[in-house]
């Protein structure tokens, strides 16, 4: 089982290996979104939601896409 640097619950994982969710690829989508001031975490969310992801996937990807991005 992959790790990642924000923890998933169980049930997040079990979707992301069920629906073989490509997790990098949903992730850069949303990092592209975060430079603009405009979008905010639930609109990000929302956006995973209308591509049929369940709410915990989506608000998962947000916070795990926020860290990503974050300035090191």
Not at 39 to 65: K, N, P
């Amino acid at each position: 089982m992959k790790s990642f640097e924000v923890e998933a619950e169980p049930q997040v994982l079990h979707e992301i290996e069920r629906d073989h969710v490509n997790v990098d690829r949903l992730v850069a989508e949303a990092e592209s979104y975060l430079a603009d001031p405009d979008v905010d975490d639930v609109a990000l969310a929302r956006m995973f939601i209308e591509q049929g992801h369940s709410e915990d996937l989506s608000y998962w990807l947000v916070r795990l896409a926020n860290v990503r991005h974050a300035p090191r």
